[in-house]
């Protein structure tokens, strides 16, 4: 059997592997690999990953049909439609009142045509990431409402800032800020002896998540989810986006999604959306401000008010859309 449709992103360098060629690696002797007990939680968590289950065929048909200019609407809406679940799920949403339109919309292809190919794929994946990982019942140690409110806000403000600052990466943004965690839930189920140490460790120490985590297993949440969604086949850009992003200056391929990401993630903790387990808010890489060209107050630091302004307006447009999206269940048909 050929290679998986995996690859690791390996920071910093941000080269991709193969599935095998990285089985290859953690099996090298340890002097080549690192110390040993590194080597095996990567080689663990490389597993866990590439045993996850891959996106649900509908949508991974979507997001391959929505990266080829020659698919047409009716092609995306018949593919979309024959999951009538899915289908349900995907106008409700598209329905909110975040959209704004004055008529309700009945069809996935009266919805493709006025909300456009994007941001229906965005509806299409919010909907089965959400499902896929959704809540965990009696999890006491993480808040899995909090999490995706600031995932979702930071998918939205991913979107916003990346057309009020006139960016090539519109169609990319919210997804990238949507699952810009997701890691963090591949821990939470897959390795959670580890992932309690990671939370108690990022709060008796103040430390930020992610460096707990390479603490702890020597490998961060952004690198985990990384490799997942490379293995959904979702565009390189959100794959790179989501391995840097809190080091968005080792980026190689997508610098200004990595930015504006990161930009994101930290101005939703600051607005006080949600939260993904840090104890504390995210410093602004060095780089930042001059890549997304932020305004700066008189001392030279980033002026996060204005920003903030924009956001607030924002997720007060899209308080039904985040309802919908958070806690599905409590919003009636």
Known sequence: MGDLAVG?????????MTATAYREVTRAPIEVAGAAADAERIRRIA????????LPTVVAKVVEMVQDPRTSAQDLARIISADQVLTARVLKLANSSYYGFPRKIGTINLAIVLLGYETVRDLVLSVSVIERF??????????????WEHSVATGIACRLFSRLFQFQVVGEAFVAGLIHDIGKLV???????????ILR????ENLLFYEAEEKVLGVSHGRIGAWMVE????????????AFHHHPANAFRSSQLCHLVHFCDALVRRGGYGHSGDPCIPPLDPTTADVLGLKKTDAGRVDFEPYLDELHR???RAESLVAMVVKPREVPA
């Open 8 to 16: 690791v992103v390996d920071e910093p360098m941000g080269v991709a």
């Open 47 to 54: 597993q866990s990953v590439l045993s996850l289950p891959t």
């Open 134 to 147: 959704g809540q965990s019942e009696g999890d006491l140690w993480f808040d899995y409402s909090l999490f």
């Open 187 to 197: 821990l939470n189920q897959y390795l959670r002896k580890e992932f309690r140490q």
């Open 201 to 204: 460790k990022a709060n008796s």
């Open 231 to 242: 293995r959904w086949n979702l565009p390189k850009t959100i794959v790179e986006a989501l």
């Open 314 to 316: 924002e997720m007060e």
